[in-house]
């Protein structure tokens, strides 16, 4: 068994869905891993990590608007600390994982033909995300 850990930076200039399956899929090739599992952590407690569809942009603007209606800004938040969208962001974080695990197989990750690794932006300001990848395999 090898283990192999690595930190990405994703800026993300909205609130929003961001794809990162080509970064993390390229660095698992280079890992030169057959069979293992893939770990992804976002360091953050207003953005998360999800696994959606990539293929019909739909998916994600529906996604985005059911997590603004449930997790709404006007809501009656005693935590303001950093504006409006703060406690909401930290909700929807809440209700999503901070943490994703992907198999790999035959040295790449073994998604669905329509699945992609995303990061999921809460906040309205841009910020830069902190992910930390560990793979574990042969």
């Known amino acids: 068994m090898r283990q192999f850990q690595h930190q990405m930076a994703v800026r993300a200039s909205r609130p929003g869905l961001f794809e990162i399956t080509d970064t993390v899929r390229s660095w698992v090739a280079g890992c030169a891993t057959d069979t293992g599992l893939l770990t992804l952590f976002i360091h953050h407690t207003s953005a998360s990590l999800t696994i959606q569809e ?3 942009p739909d998916v994600l603007r529906d996604l985005e608007t059911f997590f603004a209606t449930i997790a709404p800004e006007s809501g009656r938040y005693r935590h303001r600390t950093e504006g409006p969208d703060d406690m909401p ?34 906040r309205h300001l841009p ?12």
């Open 54 to 56: 990539n293929a019909d």
């Open 127 to 138: 910020q830069t995300r902190r992910i930390t990848l560990h793979l574990i395999g042969d």
């Open 89 to 122: 962001a930290h909700l929807r974080a809440a209700l999503t994982q901070t943490q994703i695990a992907v198999p790999v197989s035959a040295g790449t990750l073994a998604l669905g033909r329509w699945q992609g690794i995303y990061l999921f932006e809460h």
